[in-house]
């Protein structure tokens, strides 16, 4: 009988170092290219996140058509898909990356029932139960996750699978459903030569003072990589090793240390997939049992505020902006806008969370929760519930003059630097006299940062003694 291999796209949208490829390819007589669309997933996914995906989609559709092969399209859910596929495919074996998210595990335990499904890696770089404590538990630290964690090889450019040539023919007759149009452009180009170029060119220009600019929202001092790897445009496997050869090359310890942090940012990529692998529960609730009591505040016209950048604070309006309109945010904004949601307004960081994911081009469930619960305070190694970030000094540290702000809240874009952070302290005459009103041109702040500041310190405190 002829071996048919089915290689299922997930979340390894590319044709360099694919494992999940590689094995598929051996041994096929045919392979077939498969992308299930999930409704469950599509349902909830940003609107540049799908632009993104599909965009992507078509593209290595475009890339395996010059192989000799297309990509072939089915609508979930997959145990649907995979029925109606084997109607037609007497002998088929499955092969996919290992996905994470309790979603993924979910479906891929379903599938394996009936049929044979086989899995390589490619994720994340070490798998979630292949860093564990001498006592075989989890790690809930991020430090010692991480020391453990670069205790093994790290990957070299010998490492990186090459994208194969021409590829096995589709079995004959097999048909495909259409790839939805996007609704949107996603803003980030989805080709895997962008997400390369994207690299090399961090690598090149940014990476050796990324620990000294990465927290500047003004410059583009990150590689704005996360839509590339959540979707696998690129595996992590290649940054890591790129990134070593930068570090091995790099001249002097401060260079090589600026490396680093990148490097433990992908670390920390790594770690957050370990929690929810372990820790599936944390897509509940706090992974920290005793802050589950907390009385958040329930308030829906604050929330709406937050949504929309109306806070009246300069620094998180700016951010939620830059959110709505590129589907995308700086890592220092994310943990101001929560730490404002939390901490300013009280509100649930459940909120929070499902509104990023509800518009983020690299909305990630693993990243995503514990970037959330770390800036709430309730996660594994979260920032203490005590330390409130301020939003004005905030921006002031991280905007200095302001260019971020003026960037996407261009109704301050026009007041003095000082001005632009704390626009409620021009006097009413400098304000006639630059023709703006507070109230009216930009809102007046939502809370009284100091009061709000001891309402979430009782808060934390009465529902840790509670
Ligand atoms: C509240 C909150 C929510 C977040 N939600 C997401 C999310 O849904 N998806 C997501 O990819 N990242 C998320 N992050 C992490 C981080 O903000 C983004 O990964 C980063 O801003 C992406 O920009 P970059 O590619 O330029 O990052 P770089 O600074 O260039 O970092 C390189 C890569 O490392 C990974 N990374 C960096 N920081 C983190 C981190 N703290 N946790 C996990 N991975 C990290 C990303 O894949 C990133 O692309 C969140 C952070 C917070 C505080």
């Not at 694919?18 to 299930?36: M, R, S």
């Not at 994208?163 to 149009?181: C, H, I, N, V, Y």
């Not at 703006?436 to 934390?460: E, M, N, W």
Request: net charge neutral; glycine share 6%; charged share 25%.
């Amino acid at each position: 009988m002829s071996q048919i291999n089915i290689w299922w796209i997930r979340r390894d949208i590319r044709l360099n170092d694919n494992q999940t490829l590689h094995a598929a390819l051996e041994g096929a007589e045919y392979l077939v290219p498969l992308f299930i669309i999930e409704p469950e997933l599509m349902a909830e996914a940003a609107l540049k996140r799908r632009a993104f995906l599909l965009s992507s989609l078509a593209e290595l559709d475009q890339q395996l058509r010059k192989r000799g092969s297309q990509l072939i399209i089915r609508q979930g859910p997959a145990r649907k898909a995979f029925q109606s596929l084997s109607e037609d495919l007497e002998d088929m074996a499955i092969y996919s990356h290992e996905d994470f998210s309790p979603f993924a595990r979910h479906r891929d335990e379903e599938i394996k029932v009936n049929f044979n499904l086989k899995f390589s890696q490619g994720v994340v770089l070490r798998h979630p139960t292949s860093v564990l404590k001498n006592d075989g538990d989890p790690y809930v630290v991020f430090t010692p996750y991480k020391n453990t964690w670069y205790e093994k090889p790290l990957p070299t450019p010998a490492d990186i699978l090459p994208a194969p040539g021409r590829l096995p023919p589709l079995p004959e007759g097999l048909k495909t459903d259409s790839l939805p149009e996007a609704d949107a452009p996603a803003g980030f180009p989805g080709t895997e030569e962008e997400a390369r170029n994207r690299l090399s060119s961090f690598i090149e220009n940014e990476i050796e003072k990324y620990q000294s600019r990465r927290d500047r929202m003004d410059l583009e001092g990150t590689s704005q990589l996360s839509p590339y790897l959540r979707f696998g445009l690129i595996s992590p496997r290649e940054a890591f090793a790129k990134a070593q050869v930068a570090r091995i090359q790099a001249k002097g310890d401060q260079k090589r240390s600026e490396i680093s942090t990148w490097m433990d940012e992908l670390v920390w990529r790594e770690f957050y997939t370990a929690i929810l692998y372990h820790f599936p529960r944390v897509m509940d609730g706090p992974f920290r049992e005793d802050y589950k009591d907390i009385r958040w505040r329930y308030a829906p016209e604050d929330l709406q505020a937050w949504q929309a950048g109306q806070t009246g604070f300069p620094i998180v309006d700016a951010c939620m902006r830059q959110l709505l309109n590129t589907g995308w945010m700086h890592n220092r904004g994310r943990m101001i806008v929560a730490s404002f949601l939390t901490k300013d307004l009280l509100i649930n960081w459940q909120k929070g969370e499902s509104w990023f994911m509800a518009n983020l081009i690299d909305g990630d469930p693993a990243a995503n929760n514990g970037g959330w619960q770390w800036s709430a305070g309730t996660g594994t190694d979260a920032a203490p519930y005590f330390r409130i970030f301020n939003p004005v000094l905030q921006g002031q540290k991280h905007d200095p003059d302001g260019e971020y702000i003026a960037r996407w809240v261009p109704e301050l874009s026009e007041l003095p630097v000082k001005y632009r952070h704390e626009p409620w302290k021009m006097s009413q005459e400098e304000g006639k006299s630059r023709n703006f009103k507070l109230g009216k041109d930009y809102p007046q702040r939502l809370v009284d940062h100091k009061f709000a500041r001891q309402r979430t310190l009782d808060a934390y405190k009465s529902a840790r003694s509670g």
